[in-house]
């Protein structure tokens, strides 16, 4: 069962006063830990990444990297799986950038180590980068917090036009989706277009051109529900963690 998280943790998220940043010196990109705190809660640790510390890369348009671990965060509580950790977008210290709700979770744990006994709740992380075109599921990017639930992070590379899948969660690939998960992506299309439906907010968030490919992905694994299968170039990233 996912965590309770306080209703006001958006608001603290958005608008407390962020403390001194530590850079992570792990990562390609500039990352920072760091608080953010206001007059309704005693500080909360979070994890924010400047649009100004991203790597220019040749296949995503720069600067677009904080939207999309964004649109992650907006997709996981469309579809109502409570995926990605609580993240919102606002200035900081070294400008706009996202903001993510830093979870205490286990550094020894991670998608290798907890899949033999959870396997079946990876189902949903799965599909979740099938949709979203995750360019970089590494196994450190599942994480395992301190009451038990796993969570995904690191979503910086996705929503791309181009198909870019690398994951290191193949257990799945030619088995038969889920109709309990199917039936959340038919309600998630349903609503795509309306004022406050997902495909609105997306729009706002990246290209147009990668809106429709990802209405595409989710048309496409509602029609023909299964699992994709490994491919022989670039399904899986490295490092593996």
């Not at 900081?92 to 709700?101: A, C, E, H, K, R």
């Not at 995904?152 to 989706?177: E, N, P």
Request: hydrophobic share 40%.
């Amino acid at each position: 069962m996912q965590p309770k998280i306080p209703e006001h943790i958006l608001d603290v998220l958005m608008s407390g006063e962020m403390g001194h940043c530590d850079l992570i010196p792990s990562g390609s990109n500039y990352t920072f830990f760091t608080t953010v705190t206001d007059k309704s809660d005693n500080g909360r640790s979070v994890i924010y990444k400047p649009k100004k510390g991203e790597t220019t890369l040749w296949d995503f348009t720069a600067g677009t990297l904080y939207a999309r671990e964004y649109a992650t965060y907006l997709l996981s509580e469309e579809l109502g799986w409570g995926l990605v950790p609580p993240t919102v977008v606002r200035d900081g210290n070294f400008g706009i950038g996202s903001v993510q709700l830093f979870i205490d979770y286990d550094p020894h744990e991670n998608f290798f180590t907890i899949r033999e006994k959870r396997l079946f709740e990876f189902l949903r992380v799965c599909v979740f980068d099938i949709i979203t075109n995750n360019a970089d599921r590494k196994g450190g990017h599942c994480i395992l917090d301190i009451d038990g639930y796993i969570w995904a992070i690191d979503h910086g590379v996705t929503f791309h036009s181009d198909m870019k899948l690398r994951t290191v969660i193949w257990d799945f690939a030619g088995k038969d989706i889920p109709g309990w998960i199917i039936e959340d992506l038919k309600m998630l299309l349903n609503r795509f277009e309306e004022t406050n439906g997902f495909g609105n907010k997306l729009y706002q968030l990246v290209r147009a051109k990668e809106v429709r490919a990802f209405r595409d992905r989710l048309e496409s694994l509602i029609g023909a529900p299964v699992f994709p299968s490994l491919g022989s170039y670039r399904s899986v990233p490295w490092p593996l963690l």
